[in-house]
């Protein structure tokens, strides 16, 4: 795993959050993804793309900076914090959150399979 390819999935990543492209998260994100929300509640994928289906996320500024990446194998763990302005479930957010990604290695390309966000005060 190159770590062009990642700095290059993670600003795919990205712009499919801001648009709400659920058929490009759906092919970036694994099956089997867990994702740990700031509140503690852990999620699937399914769980994910029916926000960004459903309407419940809207974002209006997404925003990184600080990014880390570390290349482990087949496997790509990704430090980055993301400026997020929009609104979830009737609640505004905007706020810095600290994302921690994990990305493998598959056949036809890397995809996420697991992650967590702490909110930064």
């Known amino acids: 795993m190159k770590i062009d390819a990642i700095v290059n999935a993670e600003i795919e990543l990205l712009t499919a959050i801001k648009n709400a492209d659920v058929s490009t998260l759906d092919k970036m994100l694994h099956d089997d993804l867990l994702f740990n929300l700031p509140d503690g509640q852990t ?3 399914e769980f994910d793309l029916e ?3 459903s309407g419940k996320m809207k974002i209006e500024v997404l925003e990184a900076s ?3 990446i570390r290349i482990i194998g087949d496997t790509a763990v990704v430090s ?3 400026l997020l302005k929009g609104v979830y479930d009737g609640k ?3 706020n810095s959150f600290r994302y921690s990604r994990v990305w493998k290695q598959f056949d036809e390309s890397p995809k996420v ?3 967590s966000c702490i909110e930064l005060k």
Do not use: C, L, W
């Open 43 to 45: 999620i699937t994928k």
């Open 51 to 53: 926000t960004y289906r």
């Open 66 to 68: 600080d990014q880390i």
């Open 80 to 82: 980055v914090i993301v």
């Open 92 to 94: 505004v957010i905007s």
């Open 113 to 115: 399979i697991a992650g």
